[in-house]
């Protein structure tokens, strides 16, 4: 077998191989043996068809089976022997394949980038810090009780958090634009589901009543054709609905999955996943600081088999959270491309990060990890086995750890601000970025 490896970009490689015609044609013979051996032809007795015919009737397609074949046992040969490691499946050219001639091919192929991290002290962090107050523990309660509320229906002026159903329409110029009407609309009021300025507008207003509101569209609405734009809104209130909240009983707190015998226990268990919902956000907020400040400072490109394999993964996710009823090859690639991008150009430089400083997840950190998702189960012990019994799952506590490692040792050298905040505005900064 010859080899000769070219580089044809950062990450690019083109790989040519020479395989002597002898290997082949030997290959080819044995599988066309094979097949005559159990092979049935009318006019023949079983594993009697002369190897004339059954070269005649298959040679041409046993051949491109063995080239195949070869090419691939090949390739990957040529990769151990070139201490090569690629970061995909290949794509093969045959150069020459006919018969009684030595087989010659080029492998194109990308390979992980060479990463040379960036200024670890330019990057800048903004961690967050906030206490959860008895107003929030309130705001939390309310809003579990709305979750389960139910709607009776009022015949008085509207107010904040009464549920409408509303027709409306809307006006630019004095013409109706795309997407600013819809039939039997429900609206919580002060939910901000609408623009700044729509749901205010309308607290008052009653059952069968006919309004004209006027409101501007966000200088940084997500359609440009309406940002900062003025706009009139023609709207019908059906009917007005109030929500009946649930008592605060056991009933109610069994709902959550909190076992808690009166209010105070209650209120008690809400704090301390609130507590944890917290402490995840500002972990979030940091980690995303961290992500952001290395993608600015180390530049690298990145292997287009490795964004596709990521592609996959996400559309297979998005057809999972969505009851599985179509293929996820279905939906199309370019809806997750920059997520998946992120997630890669992330991935390879937290590996660069660990293989540089020689990070290793340490077992008592992962341990408490274990515990702390125990906790939030009626029986831990058993989750704690389960983990304990189950490698895969382990494996998979034991990168979380790690990654943390990245970010704590970025973070040693990072410029960190602390930034005290509300509760709601800690945990909405650090929603995961997908």
């Known amino acids: 077998m010859q ?13 040519t191989i020479g395989v002597p015609a002898q290997e082949i044609d030997q290959a080819v013979q044995k599988r066309l043996q094979e097949t005559a051996r159990t092979l049935r032809l009318n006019g023949f007795r079983p594993g009697k ?13 046993v051949r491109q089976e063995i080239v195949g074949e070869v090419m691939r046992d090949n390739y990957i040969k040529a990769l151990q022997e070139q201490d090569i490691n ?4 290949p794509k093969f050219e045959p150069k020459t394949m006919e018969e009684g001639k030595d087989l ?6 990308e390979v992980l980038p060479e990463i040379e991290l960036g200024d670890l002290s330019k990057i800048s962090v903004e961690k967050l810090t906030s206490e959860i107050t008895d107003i929030d523990v309130d705001n939390m309660i309310d809003n579990l009780r709305r979750q389960q509320a139910t709607m009776e229906e009022v015949g008085r002026k509207s107010r904040e958090k009464d549920v409408l159903t509303i027709d409306f329409k809307g006006f630019i110029d004095g013409k109706e634009f795309e997407g600013g009407a819809a039939e ?20 008052g207003g009653k059952a069968g009543e006919d309004m004209e509101i006027e409101v501007t569209f966000p200088e940084d609405y997500h359609n440009e054709d309406l940002a900062g734009k003025p706009a009139r809104f ?18 109610f707190f069994k709902k959550f999955g909190i076992d808690a015998e009166d ?7 809400v704090r301390k996943n609130m507590e944890r919902e917290l402490k995840q956000a500002v972990a979030n907020k940091v980690k995303n600081d961290v992500v952001d400040g290395l993608l600015e400072t180390t530049g690298l490109d990145i292997p287009v088999a490795l964004v596709d394999q990521e592609i996959d993964r996400l559309r297979q996710d998005a057809v999972q959270r969505f009851g599985g009823q179509v293929d996820f090859q279905q939906l199309p690639k370019e ?13 390879l430089l937290f590996q660069e990060v660990v293989k540089k400083n020689d990070l290793k997840a340490d077992p008592a950190k992962v341990d408490e990890k274990i515990q702390e998702i125990a906790s939030t189960y009626e029986q831990p012990e058993e989750v704690v086995a389960h983990f304990s019994s189950n490698p895969e799952q382990k494996a998979q506590i034991e990168s979380s750890v790690l990654e943390d490692a990245v970010v704590d040792h970025v973070l040693e050298q990072a410029d960190v601000k602390e930034k005290k905040v509300k509760y709601e505005e800690a945990v909405q900064a650090g929603q995961p970025q997908r």
Request: charged content about 30%.
């Open 3 to 15: 080899v000769s490896v070219e580089t044809t970009s950062n990450i690019e490689r083109r790989m």
């Open 49 to 61: 068809v002369p190897m004339s015919v059954v070269k005649r009737r298959f040679g041409d397609s």
């Open 86 to 89: 690629p970061a995909g499946w």
């Open 104 to 109: 010659e091919f080029v492998a194109i192929f």
């Open 184 to 203: 039997g609309h429900r609206l919580t009021l002060g939910s901000g589901q609408m623009i700044p300025g729509f749901e205010k507008a309308i607290v």
């Open 234 to 251: 023609e709207i019908r209130i059906h009917k007005v609905e109030e929500p009946q909240l649930p008592e605060l009983d056991t009933e």
């Open 263 to 269: 209010e105070a226990a209650f209120r008690e268990e």
């Open 335 to 347: 809806i997750f491309q920059e997520q998946a991008e992120r997630r890669v150009k992330t991935g």
